[in-house]
Nanobody, 115 residues
Framework: QVQVVESGGGLVQPGGSLRLSCVVS????????IGWFRQAPGKERESVSC????????NYKDSVKGRFTISRDYAKNTLYLQMNDLQREDTAVYYC????????WGQGTEVTVSS
């Protein structure tokens, strides 16, 4: 059974940082291009960043470029998102998955940016 567990969210002030983790069990992430998504209150889920199977190619939503960094640990079957200089508009629930939604959606991890 494949399980996806996101963690690392929380309440942070504007300009602060968080590191999100996504641990997947039951399926090797080595074979997947995978990324982070977020859903803000009242909005559609959107792609934030993705990373290739090799880890050599990354992509970012324009509004997070230069602030967020995606990475993966093959040994731990884990995906990360380092988020720096957080802004109020980054407030959302964050999820990990492939672009096609191949994995079951986890419960997400909530990020709230507020002073």
């Amino acid at each position: 059974q494949v399980q996806v567990v996101e963690s690392g969210g929380g309440l942070v002030q504007p300009g602060g940082s968080l590191r999100l983790s996504c641990v997947v069990s039951g399926f090797a992430l080595d074979y997947l291009n995978i990324g982070w998504f977020r859903q803000a209150p009242g909005k559609e889920r959107e792609s934030v960043s993705c990373i290739s199977r090799s880890g050599r190619v990354t992509n970012y939503k324009d509004s997070v470029k230069g602030r967020f960094t995606i990475s993966r640990d093959y040994a731990k079957n884990t995906l990360y998102l380092q988020m720096n200089d957080l802004q109020r508009e980054d407030t959302a629930v964050y999820y990990c998955n492939t672009l096609a939604g191949f994995l079951p959606w986890g419960q997400g991890t909530e990020v709230t940016v507020s002073s």
